[in-house]
């Protein structure tokens, strides 16, 4: 063997050790950290007799659909909706706030209910959405859930591809990238002592964010499909090209491609037992995070 095949012999080899160990690591991580209990929304909703405000973080105009179906909400004895009633959140927003947690913080303020439900326009909900989301609530002893909603358009090329972006790595697998944050169901209390979105204000990933802060400060919290009660259109812009994608790209290559090319270019059955534990530790990570949508 010559010393230019050693040298690209052993730098495979480093590769396929490097990528079967992210990928391990990261499956370690997911499995041993502390999770939410499994929990289900029922199929028939109770009524719920506290009051309830629905809330939407957008202009009237801009959230027609939302406040038609969040309006013909079932099995709420009294709730009330509120949206925002001009655009001035896009103008007075600190600089560190995102636009849609300021727009949340805002119209809090003239929310009176015990439980405060937030709802990204956009968001399709059945009838007995927002109830179910209370009863499940109410009967886990929760102070907040994220109700995850299906995605409709989960085929698009940009969607699969912030998708697999999202899925955990060494770096990331605690930051909870996949928790969506579009239907929200908190009590006052909560809220209040969270100082509303304060400590999620300029979150790029807010539905994780909302789990380590309540988590933190000693309320509980749980995420729940809601894939039979809400859908949604996922976003296909494309990303920000800046430093944190790029770190996410190269984790996510490092954790998920090398066990494969390590498998089908590995000239020796070393490599390709290297990639085949990666391949394993990469799928049983997949099903394990993913398990709610």
């Not at 380590?212 to 996922?234: N, Q, R, Y």
Request: with cysteine; proline share 3%; hydrophobic share 45%.
């Amino acid at each position: 063997m010559s010393d230019e095949e050693k040298e690209s012999s052993g730098l495979g080899f480093l590769l396929a050790l490097g990528g079967a160990a992210a990928a391990i690591y990261t499956a370690y991580k997911v499995f041993s950290k502390s999770e939410v209990a499994e929990i289900k929304l029922k199929n028939v909703a109770s009524t719920v007799n506290g009051r309830v405000s629905i809330l939407i973080p957008a202009h009237f105009e801009d959230a027609t659909s939302t406040l038609r179906e969040v309006k013909d909400q079932q099995h709420l004895t009294n709730f009330d909706v509120l949206a925002l009633e001009d655009k001035g959140h896009e103008s007075d927003k600190p600089e560190s706030w995102t636009i849609k947690a300021w727009g949340c913080q805002r119209i809090a303020f003239k929310a009176t209910g015990e439980y405060l439900v937030f709802i990204e326009p956009g968001i399709k909900l059945t009838p007995d959405a927002v109830a179910l989301s209370i009863n499940c609530l109410q009967e886990n002893n929760l102070d907040a859930l994220l109700v995850q909603p299906s995605i409709l358009n989960k085929t698009e090329p940009v969607v699969i591809a912030k998708f697999l972006l999202t899925l955990p790595t060494p770096l990331n697998e605690n930051e909870g990238t996949n928790i969506d944050a579009g239907f929200l169901v908190i009590n006052r209390n909560a809220y209040s002592a969270m100082a509303g979105h304060t400590r999620v204000a300029n979150e790029k990933f807010e539905g994780g964010a909302w789990v380590k802060e309540l988590t933190a400060t000693g309320f509980s919290v749980g995420v729940v499909d809601g894939s039979g009660v809400a859908s949604k259109l996922a976003s296909i812009e494309l990303p920000e090209i800046d430093e944190d994608f790029a770190v996410r790209a190269g984790t996510f290559l490092g954790t998920y491609l090398l066990p494969a090319v390590a498998i089908l270019g590995g000239r020796s059955s070393f490599k390709q037992f290297l990639g085949s534990l990666g391949l394993i530790a990469n799928i049983a990570t997949v099903i394990k995070s993913r398990r709610i949508r």
